[in-house]
């Protein structure tokens, strides 16, 4: 692929001023890419991009705080690398960004699905993209798959495909997918009747193992070994394994997460029971956008949450 | 720990709906209680002594008192387990008053859900630690916020008294309201005859340095010592080279401008003195009606002024003052009664506001002193006084009682008769409130020495009639319409806080009311003090009320003022937040909320940190919520503190 090779330049052109350059490289499986650490031109050559890149690179950021890096970024990842800067928890200075158009990426549990009865995904050992599609080299042939049909639910409601704030682009910038997002996904669940979201989470949550992947897969989850889950001074949660405590923590986590979460959903993908975690944060994303006008990993400013205003100017209060 | 807990009947306040001595025996059973009892009046001296007794004898180290709002008895207790030789942080108190006896009458509820709230006092102090407090030196200086007859007066007594003052006044002079009006009741005596040597004692004493023209642009800091950025906005006219002359607004030919001082009674100049008597007696430009500034060619007044002083480059100045308290006196405007469409909404310029009425009345007014029609300049004989006109009516949301009014109207009627000893003067009046010294015999003598016609009931519509205003309204007292052919009206215009006051609350971090008006303290006990320490009222921006009355709560707020910059050090509340630095991630989220600017950046090994500057903070809890790491703790409220008292709640 032309664009892979630019970028393959465009990250050996950056490298020798960064003590490392982060994108993806192949992973323990064919549909499976993995963050790749570039340290030298050998490590350039395994980079890969396009359908499979999936992982947000900005999750390492805080804990290489002090070194000067490169990212490669998708629309979604750049947004990521913005929120952080706005609140001032990792160095503009200290980023080099390499942006290029991103036109989707994979879910895997939609892969799965749509691989049921021909074969297990840990079996295909190979992927191309052709345009729209992709092409599984599968023990039984080829396998067709429409990439809008396994691509993730947040790549169908894009409206930042390019990471407008790279230092470096690569290629023509795609179009957004949507101008705005229109919550559709949170409208058909508030649709439920409330005694029926309320089973429905408590449903969700009974899955829950408390592994805390969606935390540690959170590129925003800077409090990492202080987080409140774990800590004993404060002792905010209990250990316990009861449906009420899992939900307590996860609506702490999206609280935490109100105004700051740019909807990459690393979270949800991060979970190994398959919880809609998004969800709860995009009703607060909803909520902040509407309610402050400020969209998380794209305004510059401190979050709304995270600072006070003695007036806000969106919402009236006083006419005085 | 050994816990003692006091369940107060506060006579039958608590005890009649709340079996004081079930909670007492509940209590016993929580963890780390020692000792737990119910007791009459817990804070009188025979209370005070018995918690002293409980303490030696039951060998306490922390006391929870179950009684009222900590507002008022808090430090009372505080002081009692002190000298029972505790730290007072090692004490609680569970408000089972406001919160439970007052608010329900079902006396098992009641009782279970004081003994809750005394199980959630339990749990927090079994958290508490001995805190002490440390001092901070006081800048003994006061700011006084606002010009008029409350700040002069607070600005005075404060400078007599030895403290240094600056007052700042928004505009060009000082004297605020009362110096626009022509007589006062109920004496009739001259306003600015009485007001004037006070604005002079202002300019000329020692210890008061005035800025008018300017406003308080920014305040931080705190109790003892606030840092107040003061904008002195541009005259275009250098104060210091100004003489007062007069030659300037004498020569402006921009003659049509809008008179702030004078209620537009009449045009002014661009450039103005706004009356005889200002202090400081300086000229300043109107920019928005400045043919210099509007076309760019005129500079007469540059030309004529014999000094030199007009500067038509000049910028807004800022000056950085500390203080160690302030006194808000910022007083008052009037509603802006064109919302009354059935008085013609100010389509008819024969009906006028009682400030505007004074202004004609007032023999440095625009009219000489002669009270004549804005319309025809012809001499008024039948003049209606309409009362409450943005007063006590809730249809255009001012339910209050401008208080003032009912006696200004009965003085501006004897005046007419003065002025013109023909006329007839009506009064429109809903009732007379007269509760003053001498008030009511005032209001009497205006009806039966000056015939006017007092005719209690509202004002339905006024309109034109040739050169006339026709005035329909109801007696309500004869049970029938009248209607009067009036040739001039004046509204007596209710009154709300002064145009900015909410902004200048905030920045001053005091409450105010749905109508701008400051909150005090406490409505009967604390009148003058506000909730944020240092910060003072006086006069109309607290609540509306009239001379004599703002010149009380001046003193009063002087000597509130003096009492708390009388001292060298204060001692700073140990209530306060700190950092910890494992947890820091040097976001500077807690810098940028601090209200206080008690938080600093640091170095720790090439990471930057946050830490509190102790004597700084105020304990706010602002950063402490906001630090998403959680790494910000406030000591007597930490995460564990309140959680424990949650969970002693929510138990499951």
Same mark, same amino acid.
């Given at each position: 692929?032309?664009?892979?090779? #630019?970028?393959?330049?465009?990250?050996?052109?950056?490298?020798?001023?960064?003590?490392?350059?982060?994108?993806?490289?192949?992973?323990?499986?064919?549909?499976?890419?993995?963050?790749?650490?570039?340290?030298?031109?050998? #490590?350039?050559?395994?980079?890969?991009?396009?359908?499979?890149?999936?992982?947000?690179?900005?999750?390492?950021?805080?804990?290489?705080?002090?070194?000067?890096?490169?990212?490669?970024?998708?629309?979604?990842?750049?947004?990521?690398?913005?929120?952080?800067?706005?609140?001032?928890?990792?160095?503009?200075?200290?980023?080099?960004?390499?942006?290029?158009?991103?036109?989707?990426?994979?879910?895997?549990?939609?892969?799965?699905?749509?691989?049921? !009865?021909?074969?297990?995904?840990?079996?295909?050992?190979?992927?191309? %993209? %052709?345009?729209?599609?992709?092409?599984?080299?599968?023990? !039984?042939?080829?396998?067709?798959?429409?990439?809008? #049909?396994?691509?993730?639910?947040?790549?169908?409601?894009?409206?930042?495909?390019n990471a407008e704030s790279a230092d470096v682009f690569v290629g023509e910038k795609a179009a957004p997918v949507v101008e705005r997002d229109d919550y559709a996904d949170l409208a058909a669940f508030e649709n439920m009747a409330l005694d029926a979201r309320k089973a429905f989470w408590e449903k969700e949550?009974?899955?829950?193992?408390?592994?805390?992947?969606?935390?540690?897969?959170?590129?925003?989850?800077?409090?990492?070994?202080?987080?409140?889950?774990?800590?004993?001074?404060?002792?905010?949660?209990?250990?316990? #394994?009861?449906?009420?405590?899992?939900?307590?923590?996860?609506?702490?986590?999206?609280?935490?997460?109100?105004?700051?979460?740019?909807?990459?959903?690393?979270?949800?993908?991060?979970?190994?029971?398959?919880?809609?975690?998004?969800?709860?944060?995009?009703?607060?994303?909803?909520?902040?956008?509407?309610?402050? !006008?400020?969209?998380? !990993?794209?305004?510059?400013?401190?979050?709304?949450?995270?600072?006070?205003?003695?007036?806000?100017?969106?919402?009236?209060?006083?006419?005085? | 720990?050994?816990?003692?807990?006091?369940?107060?009947?506060?006579?039958?306040?608590?005890?009649?709906?709340?079996?004081?001595?079930?909670?007492?025996?509940?209590?016993?059973?929580?963890?780390?209680?020692?000792?737990?009892?119910?007791?009459?009046?817990?804070?009188?001296?025979?209370?005070?002594?018995?918690?002293?007794?409980?303490?030696?004898?039951?060998?306490?180290?922390?006391?929870?008192?179950?009684?009222?709002?900590?507002?008022?008895?808090?430090?009372?207790?505080?002081?009692?387990?002190?000298?029972?030789?505790?730290?007072?942080?090692?004490?609680?108190?569970?408000?089972?008053?406001?919160?439970?006896?007052?608010?329900?009458?079902?006396?098992?509820?009641?009782?279970?859900?004081?003994?809750?709230?005394?199980?959630?006092?339990?749990?927090?102090?079994?958290?508490?630690?001995?805190?002490?407090?440390?001092?901070?030196?006081?800048?003994?200086?006061?700011?006084?916020?606002?010009?008029?007859?409350?700040?002069?007066?607070?600005?005075?007594?404060?400078?007599?008294?030895?403290?240094?003052?600056?007052?700042?006044?928004?505009?060009?002079?000082? *004297?605020?309201?009362?110096?626009?009006?022509?007589?006062?009741?109920?004496?009739?005596?001259?306003?600015?005859?009485?007001?004037?040597?006070?604005?002079?004692?202002?300019?000329?004493?020692?210890?008061?340095?005035?800025?008018?023209?300017?406003?308080?642009?920014?305040i931080s800091g705190y109790v003892g010592n606030f840092d107040v950025k003061i904008r002195k906005k541009a005259s275009y006219v250098d104060w210091s080279k100004c003489t007062g002359c007069g030659l300037c607004t004498e020569k402006c030919p921009s003659k049509k401008s809008y008179d702030r001082f004078?209620?537009?009674? *009449?045009?002014?100049?661009?450039?103005?003195?706004?009356?005889?008597?200002?202090? @400081?007696?300086?000229?300043?430009?109107?920019?928005?009606?400045?043919?210099?500034?509007?076309?760019?060619?005129?500079?007469?007044?540059?030309?004529?002024?014999?000094?030199?002083?007009?500067?038509?480059?000049?910028?807004?100045?800022?000056?950085?003052?500390?203080?160690?308290?302030?006194?808000?006196?910022?007083?008052?405007?009037?509603?802006?009664?064109?919302?009354?469409?059935?008085?013609?909404?100010?389509?008819?310029?024969?009906?006028?506001?009682?400030?505007?009425?004074?202004?004609?009345?007032?023999?440095?007014?625009?009219?000489?002193?002669?009270?004549?029609?804005?319309?025809? *300049?012809?001499?008024?004989?039948?003049?209606?006084?309409?009362?409450?006109?943005?007063?006590?009516?809730?249809?255009?949301?001012? @339910?209050?009682?401008?208080?003032?009014?009912?006696?200004?109207?009965?003085?501006?009627?004897?005046?007419?008769?003065?002025?013109?000893?023909?006329?007839?003067?009506?009064?429109?009046?809903?009732?007379?409130?007269?509760?003053?010294?001498?008030?009511?015999?005032?209001?009497?003598?205006?009806?039966?020495?000056?015939?006017?016609?007092?005719?209690?009931?509202?004002?339905?519509?006024?309109?034109?009639?040739?050169?006339?205003?026709?005035?329909?309204?109801?007696?309500?007292?004869?049970?029938?319409?009248?209607?009067?052919?009036?040739?001039?009206?004046?509204?007596?215009?209710?009154?709300?806080?002064?145009?900015?006051?909410?902004?200048?609350?905030?920045?001053?971090?005091?409450?105010?009311?749905?109508?701008?008006?400051?909150?005090?303290?406490?409505?009967?006990?604390?009148?003058?003090?506000?909730?944020?320490?240092?910060?003072?009222?006086?006069?109309?921006?607290?609540?509306?009320?009239?001379?004599?009355?703002?010149?009380?709560?001046?003193?009063?707020?002087?000597?509130?003022?003096?009492?708390?910059?009388?001292?060298?050090?204060?001692?700073?509340?140990?209530?306060?937040?700190?950092?910890?630095?494992?947890?820091?991630?040097?976001?500077?989220?807690?810098?940028?909320?601090?209200?206080?600017?008690?938080?600093?950046?640091?170095?720790?090994?090439?990471?930057?940190?946050?830490?509190?500057?102790?004597?700084?903070?105020? *304990?706010?809890?602002?950063?402490?919520?906001?630090?998403?790491?959680?790494?910000?703790?406030?000591?007597h409220f930490t995460d564990n503190q309140l959680l424990a008292e949650v969970e002693a709640l929510c138990r499951f």
């Amino acid at each position: 692929m032309a664009i892979q090779d #630019d970028i393959k330049s465009a990250i050996a052109e950056a490298l020798p001023g960064l003590s490392c350059v982060i994108g993806w490289g192949a992973g323990p499986e064919a549909l499976r890419a993995a963050p790749l650490f570039m340290r030298d031109a050998a #490590d350039v050559d395994k980079f890969t991009a396009g359908f499979l890149a999936v992982n947000n690179p900005a999750l390492f950021l805080p804990s290489l705080k002090g070194a000067k890096v490169g990212l490669v970024v998708k629309g979604c990842d750049a947004r990521s690398v913005g929120q952080l800067v706005a609140e001032n928890l990792v160095s503009r200075e200290a980023i080099h960004l390499i942006g290029y158009p991103c036109r989707g990426v994979i879910d895997m549990d939609k892969a799965t699905a749509a691989l049921e !009865g021909r074969c297990e995904p840990g079996e295909v050992k190979g992927l191309r %993209e %052709e345009n729209e599609d992709i092409v599984l080299d599968a023990p !039984g042939g080829e396998i067709r798959l429409a990439k809008k #049909d396994v691509a993730a639910d947040k790549c169908a409601r894009c409206r930042y495909p390019n990471a407008e704030s790279a230092d470096v682009f690569v290629g023509e910038k795609a179009a957004p997918v949507v101008e705005r997002d229109d919550y559709a996904d949170l409208a058909a669940f508030e649709n439920m009747a409330l005694d029926a979201r309320k089973a429905f989470w408590e449903k969700e949550m009974s899955r829950c193992i408390r592994c805390y992947a969606c935390r540690n897969a959170c590129p925003l989850c800077v409090c990492r070994d202080h987080c409140v889950a774990s800590s004993r001074e404060p002792h905010w949660l209990t250990q316990a #394994d009861g449906v009420r405590d899992k939900l307590f923590f996860q609506l702490i986590h999206a609280t935490h997460l109100a105004g700051r979460c740019t909807g990459c959903g690393e979270c949800e993908r991060a979970c190994p029971v398959g919880i809609p975690l998004l969800t709860l944060k995009r009703a607060f994303s909803r909520q902040v956008e509407g309610l402050f !006008g400020y969209t998380a !990993g794209i305004d510059r400013s401190t979050p709304p949450l995270l600072t006070f205003k003695l007036e806000e100017p969106a919402i009236k209060e006083r006419e005085w | 720990m050994r816990i003692g807990v006091f369940i107060c009947h506060c006579g039958s306040n608590i005890a009649g709906t709340v079996d004081c001595a079930a909670v007492a025996s509940k209590a016993r059973a929580y963890p780390d209680v020692a000792y737990s009892t119910d007791i009459m009046y817990a804070c009188a001296e025979p209370g005070q002594d018995a918690i002293i007794a409980a303490i030696k004898e039951h060998l306490l180290t922390g006391v929870v008192v179950a009684s009222c709002t900590p507002r008022m008895h808090e430090p009372t207790f505080r002081k009692t387990v002190e000298r029972a030789g505790l730290n007072r942080y090692m004490f609680e108190m569970a408000n089972i008053r406001e919160h439970v006896s007052w608010i329900g009458k079902d006396i098992e509820a009641n009782t279970n859900k004081a003994a809750e709230l005394v199980r959630m006092a339990v749990s927090k102090l079994r958290l508490n630690r001995e805190l002490k407090p440390k001092s901070f030196p006081v800048t003994k200086r006061l700011l006084v916020v606002g010009g008029g007859v409350a700040g002069i007066q607070a600005a005075l007594d404060a400078a007599d008294a030895g403290l240094e003052v600056i007052m700042v006044e928004k505009q060009p002079t000082i *004297g605020g309201k009362m110096a626009k009006l022509d007589k006062t009741f109920p004496t009739v005596d001259c306003s600015s005859c009485i007001l004037g040597p006070r604005m002079v004692d202002v300019a000329q004493h020692p210890n008061i340095t005035l800025y008018a023209y300017s406003e308080v642009d920014s305040i931080s800091g705190y109790v003892g010592n606030f840092d107040v950025k003061i904008r002195k906005k541009a005259s275009y006219v250098d104060w210091s080279k100004c003489t007062g002359c007069g030659l300037c607004t004498e020569k402006c030919p921009s003659k049509k401008s809008y008179d702030r001082f004078n209620e537009g009674v *009449g045009p002014t100049t661009a450039i103005i003195i706004p009356f005889p008597q200002a202090i @400081p007696k300086k000229a300043s430009i109107e920019r928005e009606y400045c043919r210099q500034f509007n076309t760019g060619k005129c500079g007469v007044c540059a030309k004529v002024c014999p000094t030199g002083a007009i500067d038509y480059g000049m910028q807004d100045e800022f000056i950085d003052a500390k203080v160690g308290g302030i006194v808000a006196a910022t007083g008052y405007d009037l509603m802006d009664w064109t919302v009354y469409q059935e008085y013609g909404g100010g389509r008819y310029p024969d009906v006028v506001t009682s400030l505007q009425y004074e202004r004609m009345l007032s023999a440095s007014g625009p009219t000489g002193g002669h009270i004549k029609r804005p319309s025809d *300049g012809e001499e008024p004989k039948d003049v209606v006084f309409i009362q409450c006109v943005g007063s006590r009516d809730v249809s255009v949301g001012r @339910p209050y009682c401008s208080g003032f009014c009912c006696m200004y109207t009965a003085k501006q009627a004897i005046l007419t008769k003065d002025h013109i000893p023909d006329s007839r003067s009506y009064v429109f009046y809903m009732d007379i409130r007269s509760p003053g010294k001498g008030y009511d015999e005032f209001t009497r003598r205006v009806q039966e020495e000056y015939q006017a016609r007092y005719i209690r009931g509202r004002v339905s519509m006024v309109y034109p009639k040739g050169k006339k205003l026709i005035v329909r309204g109801a007696d309500t007292l004869m049970g029938a319409q009248v209607e009067i052919e009036a040739d001039l009206v004046v509204l007596a215009v209710g009154a709300e806080a002064a145009e900015g006051a909410p902004h200048l609350a905030e920045k001053l971090r005091i409450s105010y009311d749905s109508y701008g008006f400051f909150m005090e303290g406490h409505p009967k006990l604390r009148p003058v003090e506000t909730n944020t320490a240092g910060v003072f009222l006086a006069g109309a921006c607290q609540g509306l009320k009239d001379i004599p009355s703002s010149v009380a709560q001046g003193s009063a707020a002087a000597a509130k003022a003096l009492a708390l910059l009388s001292r060298d050090m204060l001692d700073s509340d140990p209530q306060i937040a700190s950092v910890n630095l494992n947890r820091c991630v040097g976001c500077r989220k807690c810098i940028e909320v601090c209200p206080f600017k008690a938080i600093q950046e640091i170095d720790l090994r090439g990471q930057p940190k946050a830490e509190v500057i102790e004597t700084v903070c105020q *304990g706010c809890g602002l950063c402490n919520a906001t630090c998403p790491q959680g790494a910000i703790q406030l000591s007597h409220f930490t995460d564990n503190q309140l959680l424990a008292e949650v969970e002693a709640l929510c138990r499951f």
